[in-house]
């Protein structure tokens, strides 16, 4: 299969429908020829997303001609929620189209270049992720290091996981996801101008990846790219629009030079109310005048609300609103019922787009015109960008709407303070003179005033802080908050999730069981500020007292409170999930069943609304498409006490209980609708499509029986891993992890030396598993020596096997494979490597054990073991020796390579396991 450097204009067009621009064939030629460079500055509407598809054809194009790799993970950041959705989307369509066996010849050898590098194991031609606040988090990413990535961040999600502590992962996570994206990574930080602190630690960061004592030369560390109109780095290597381009280019410079004529619109009691009248007789004024959508941006979701129920109300016209802290699933309502009204391609039926910051960056929206309320002087260019974006209309009108007198210095709109509003109106004054207005050329000669500084100084972060935070599994004396290292103020109002399920104040089911079988999707969640979400659910409460389920990564438990003069105060973390009973009064009003432009929201503390129930919509995604996709399938059936299920489920004295699977499939038969004929399809679809049927509580009782999609997801969503079939034996599932591990190091281009150290440590990472209790744990026959329980139970059997095992509670077989293997490391078997850092990798290969573990020598061994084996447990687990090997290791190899290496073991047992093996 052969691909040159030429072919990246076919593959553009094949994908976008038009050639790419010239600025985008140098950066093309730039990562190929020297690396990403340290800026990419483009206008608005200049494409600056085409760093995706030069990403994939970079990659492509280095793997089937053997030149050096540029990094395989690309990370887009940008810190708007819905933007970040947007970027994702736009990777999604370019993965399906690559997937697409009957693409053009191009697109079909571009993925063929993808797929030399992700090797013989089943992976996706490029694995696509997203990781925003107030959503579940990605983690399918990190299952294959060797394949072709895009991920979709914010800053202070990418950041935190940088950091080691991913906002909305599991401690167990963390290690895992610092280390791949601090190495062989690249992330483009868009508008960076709006995220200078994160940029600088970023930056950082990639400075102490390579410090070691050891040469770790090997592994390229992270290359950090900024993208925006104020570049932050004064100098280093640029790529972007030239004023020839636009002379060559001809759809480049409609989209740079077309008007966008500034009207600036005085309102009195500016800042209150009446500016929510103002605004919406000027965009019904605007929509009278043209046939197209008029986009109307707010500061605040509180006046979006507002004004999208007062045009709607008094003007009688169409109108969606859009945020961040919207559901997805509302979002894709939206779209379906209005097809095209979040692309350029637009929707005429929608009257008017109501929005806040959201939209602002990076969305391809292309509005007839605009009405904003004053912000600083960055978002309003970039609400500008959403106008007339392609240029295809001679010109893009724009009305602001501005105080008729001075602003004070304490007014503040929406995150805008005096500091920001003031600078902007006098910009602003300036383009309303000029002819061109807000046209994203005429910028580059008055460019928007620089954002305020919200902070004194900047931070950077040192080894010592890095040391710190990579005792992921230590008990710290403080919890690290990073918003020193990250935010660019000292009041982050970071996103947590809420959702809402019916069946989670439940007589027969326990909530936090509930939530671990059906753990939050992300079409179900509302996104919403931190500060928003407590105030809101402490209100709540007083109210009427919350049960509510807190989940944290892996993490699921009860939502812990506590207890204030003003009431209880929910314990949250940015990147938390709460899930709530349906019957808790938190929202906005909800829309009709089929008039989904006015979402929901999380009602803050103050609002002068009523708050309302919201839908459950987990099963909703059945609404929307014919065929769920894999990994999506959820679909819950209650069991009525003394009905035909419940009696068809239980075992009685006559008759042993039948088969759940067989009892529900037959069940569904008869029911054509939504999700119950997905799971019905499943059910009977080939054999090799796995399927969990759980019974909850237990056969015994039972009283909720769960479908649940054991196939692995086609797109980012984290699913259930099938259940096992057939029986995996220990020995067997070592091996091929031990395999699969120096298989990945070779695609990963490392060195001999640390291919052998995996393949050692894959060897011998489940050795702890050969301990009798942990075979009891599992329900292995005697006779069997097994790596995985061979099916999914209930949480009855499992207590009752963990309790047969006598194993104490938190007990970790890999803490025990260390002692085990901790002799024939000592051999000669281990061909020179490292054992330190062999040991490491197998006591870390489930993400415990940095630094320490729960049990002593004397909990951890079962009484057959031997007294040098008892000393050996001793010398490490109670005399430090394990704590002095993960700061050798270190020291050795540094904090985040050591990371790294953690993350490729444990993807090769996902993998391996994932194959039921």
């Known amino acids: 299969m052969i691909l040159e450097r030429g072919d990246f204009a076919e593959f553009f067009a094949a994908v976008h429908d038009h050639r790419p621009f010239a600025w985008q064939e140098r950066l093309l030629d730039t990562v190929l020829a020297e690396g990403w460079p340290d800026t990419i500055d483009a206008p608005t509407g200049a494409g600056k997303t085409a760093a995706i598809d030069v990403h994939v054809f970079a990659l492509?194009?280095?793997?089937?001609?053997?030149?050096?790799?540029?990094?395989?993970?690309?990370?887009?950041?940008?810190?708007?929620?819905?933007?970040?959705?947007?970027?994702?989307?736009?990777?999604?369509?370019?993965?399906?189209?690559?997937?697409?066996?009957?693409?053009?010849?191009?697109?079909?050898?571009?993925?063929?270049?993808?797929?030399?590098?992700?090797?013989?194991?089943?992976?996706?031609?490029?694995?696509?992720?997203?990781?925003?606040?107030?959503?579940?988090?990605?983690?399918r990413w990190v299952d294959h290091p060797q394949a072709a990535a895009v991920l979709c961040a914010t800053p202070e999600m990418w950041g935190s996981r940088l950091l080691f502590r991913g906002y909305g992962s599991s401690s167990r996570a963390w290690p895992r996801e610092a280390g791949l994206l601090a190495a062989d990574t690249v992330a483009v930080v868009d508008e960076a101008h709006l995220a200078r602190q994160v940029l600088r630690t970023a930056r950082r960061v990639a400075e102490l990846v390579p410090v070691a004592e050891g040469d770790t030369s090997w592994l390229s560390p992270l290359r950090v790219v900024e993208t925006t109109a104020t570049p932050v780095a004064a100098a280093g290597r640029r790529v972007g629009v030239d004023e020839e381009d636009l002379a060559?280019?001809?759809?480049?410079?409609?989209?740079?030079?077309?008007?966008?004529?500034?009207?600036?619109?005085?309102?009195?009691?500016?800042?209150?109310?009446?500016?929510?009248?103002?605004?919406v007789r000027r965009v019904a004024?605007?929509?009278?005048?043209?046939?197209?959508?008029v986009g109307c941006f707010v500061n605040s979701v509180e006046r979006a609300v507002a004004v999208t129920r007062r045009l709607r109300e008094t003007e009688g016209l169409t109108v969606a609103l859009i945020c961040g802290q919207v559901r997805p699933i509302d979002i894709a309502r939206l779209d379906a019922r209005y097809p095209g009204v979040l692309s350029t391609r637009g929707n005429d039926e929608v009257d008017v787009l109501v929005s806040t910051q959201s939209l602002e960056v990076g969305a391809d929206l292309d509005f007839g015109g605009m009405v904003t309320e004053l912000a600083s002087g960055s978002a309003l260019a970039q609400r500008a960008g959403r106008v007339n974006r392609l240029g295809t209309r001679e010109t893009g009108p724009i009305s602001v709407i501005v105080p008729d007198a001075e602003i004070r210095t304490d007014v503040r709109s929406g995150p805008y303070t005096h500091d920001d509003l003031a600078p902007a109106l006098e910009w602003l004054a300036r383009r309303a003179e000029d002819r061109d207005g807000l046209a994203?050329?005429?910028?580059?000669?008055?460019?928007?005033?620089?954002?305020?500084?919200?902070?004194?100084?900047?931070?950077?972060?040192?080894?010592?802080?890095?040391?710190?935070?990579?005792?992921?599994?230590?008990?710290?004396?403080?919890?690290?908050?990073?918003?020193?290292?990250?935010?660019?103020?000292?009041?982050?109002?970071?996103?947590?999730?809420?959702?809402?399920?019916?069946?989670?104040?439940?007589?027969?089911?326990?909530?936090?069981?509930?939530?671990?079988?059906?753990?939050?999707?992300?079409?179900?969640?509302?996104?919403?500020?931190?500060?928003?979400?407590?105030?809101?659910?402490?209100?709540?409460?007083?109210?009427?007292?919350?049960t509510g389920v807190l989940v944290r990564g892996d993490e699921v438990d009860e939502l812990d409170w506590t207890e204030t003069d003003d009431g209880r105060r929910p314990h949250l973390r940015p990147g938390d999930i709460v899930v709530l009973d349906s019957s808790t009064r938190l929202f906005t009003a909800s829309p009709t069943h089929d008039e989904h432009t006015t979402p929901q929201v999380v009602v803050p503390l103050g609002w002068n609304h009523d708050t309302h129930t919201a839908e459950d919509v987990l099963e909703a995604p059945a609404e929307l498409n014919r065929n769920v996709p894999p990994g999506d399938v959820v679909h819950r059936i209650t069991v009525p006490p003394g009905g035909d299920l419940h009696r068809a489920l239980t075992p009685s004295d006559e008759e042993p209980a039948a088969d759940p699977r067989d009892v529900v499939t037959e069940f569904l038969a008869?029911?054509?609708?939504?999700?119950?004929?997905?799971?019905?399809?499943?059910?009977?679809?080939?054999?090799?499509?796995?399927?969990?049927?759980?019974?909850?509580?237990?056969?015994?009782?039972?009283?909720?029986?769960?479908?649940?999609?054991?196939?692995?997801?086609?797109?980012?969503?984290?699913?259930?891993?099938?259940?096992?079939?057939?029986?995996?034996l220990l020995d067997n599932h070592q091996r091929d992890v031990g395999d699969r591990a120096a298989e990945l190091a070779g695609r990963?281009?490392?060195?001999?030396?640390?291919?052998?150290?995996?393949?050692?440590?894959?060897?011998?990472?489940?050795?702890?598993?050969?301990?009798?209790?942990?075979?009891?744990?599992?329900?292995?026959?005697?006779?069997?020596?097994?790596?995985?329980?061979?099916?999914?139970?209930?949480?009855?059997?499992?207590?009752?096997?963990?309790?047969?095992?006598?194993?104490?509670?938190?007990?970790?077989?890999?803490?025990?494979?260390?002692?085990?293997?901790?002799?024939?490391?000592?051999?000669?078997?281990?061909?020179?490597?490292?054992?330190?850092?062999?040991?490491?990798?197998?006591?870390?290969?489930?993400?415990?054990?940095?630094?320490g573990f729960p049990h002593a020598a004397t909990d951890l061994l079962n009484t057959a073991d031997s007294p040098e084996t008892k000393q050996q447990a001793a010398d490490l687990f109670d005399e430090g020796e394990w704590d002095d090997l993960i700061e050798r290791t270190h020291h050795r190899y540094g904090v985040w390579v050591c990371s790294f290496l953690e993350a490729v073991l444990r993807a090769a047992d996902g993998q391996i396991s994932a194959e039921g093996k």
């Open 60 to 139: 492509a194009f280095a793997a089937l001609t053997g030149r050096p790799l540029p990094p395989r993970r690309l990370v887009m950041v940008v810190g708007r929620r819905v933007l970040v959705d947007d970027q994702y989307e736009h990777a999604r369509a370019l993965r399906d189209r690559l997937r697409d066996s009957t693409a053009p010849d191009i697109v079909r050898r571009v993925a063929a270049g993808l797929r030399s590098l992700a090797g013989p194991a089943p992976q996706d031609v490029l694995t696509v992720a997203r990781l925003r606040g107030g959503l579940p988090p990605s983690r």
């Open 670 to 728: 008869t029911d054509t609708t939504g999700m119950a004929a997905e799971a019905y399809r499943l059910l009977t679809g080939p054999a090799a499509d796995p399927t969990h049927v759980v019974v909850l509580p237990d056969l015994d009782s039972p009283g909720l029986v769960l479908v649940l999609d054991g196939r692995r997801a086609t797109s980012d969503d984290d699913v259930p891993q099938p259940p096992i079939r057939r029986l995996v």
């Open 748 to 851: 990963l281009g490392l060195p001999d030396t640390i291919r052998d150290v995996l393949y050692l440590a894959g060897l011998h990472h489940d050795d702890g598993k050969y301990d009798p209790r942990f075979q009891t744990r599992l329900g292995a026959p005697s006779d069997t020596i097994l790596a995985k329980s061979r099916s999914t139970v209930g949480p009855v059997t499992l207590r009752r096997r963990h309790d047969a095992s006598g194993l104490p509670p938190r007990w970790r077989h890999e803490q025990r494979s260390v002692v085990h293997s901790w002799p024939e490391l000592a051999t000669d078997a281990t061909d020179g490597a490292d054992r330190d850092l062999v040991a490491r990798l197998i006591g870390t290969s489930h993400g415990h054990g940095r630094t």
């Open 285 to 293: 004024a605007l929509r009278a005048e043209g046939d197209r959508t």
């Open 440 to 546: 994203p050329w005429a910028l580059r000669g008055d460019p928007p005033p620089s954002a305020s500084r919200r902070r004194p100084l900047w931070q950077r972060p040192e080894l010592g802080h890095v040391w710190h935070w990579a005792r992921t599994n230590d008990e710290l004396a403080a919890a690290p908050e990073l918003d020193l290292w990250l935010s660019e103020d000292f009041e982050p109002d970071n996103a947590v999730g809420v959702v809402v399920r019916d069946e989670l104040v439940s007589p027969v089911v326990d909530p936090v069981t509930l939530v671990r079988y059906l753990p939050p999707r992300r079409h179900e969640v509302f996104g919403t500020p931190l500060r928003t979400a407590r105030a809101a659910l402490t209100a709540a409460d007083r109210d009427s007292r919350l």
């Open 248 to 279: 060559r280019d001809e759809v480049l410079a409609q989209r740079m030079l077309r008007r966008k004529p500034v009207t600036l619109v005085p309102c009195s009691d500016w800042n209150r109310s009446s500016v929510v009248g103002e605004l």
